[in-house]
């Protein structure tokens, strides 16, 4: 049996993944929320031709000739890794300037991981709620509307 979630008057509810980020704040209350886009970040990650040029690396054994590659690095992991953190610094302006007292917070389960890797203190009391989905491809009044039934 699952609980409906709760989201109070004036919470915020982060929904975000590696490339995109909305803020929202609930200006109803608990039994009819109604979300309100307060803030969009998006990162324009362009194509991995344009991210790294170089060949991947090799490297030689200390001991005897022996040569090894080295994985390629994978530019839109990184780049996706500072947009979290980028994304957990907006959240903490959210929490000082806005005042938050409740933050429920969705991402997929590997920005989630980041997001809680780079959460200030006063971020982590503030979270309420975290949901593992991605939804930031959904529009408002559905995203209320799966957080809510």
Known sequence: MTTKLRIPHDAWVFVGDGRKALFLRNEGDERFPNLKVETVLED?????????TDRPGRAVASVGARRAGVAQTDWHELEERDFARQAAQALENVVRARKAKSLIVVAPPRTLAELRQAWHNDVRQAVIAEIDKDLTGHPVDKIERLLTE
């Open 44 to 52: 324009e990650i362009p194509p991995t031709r344009e991210l790294g």
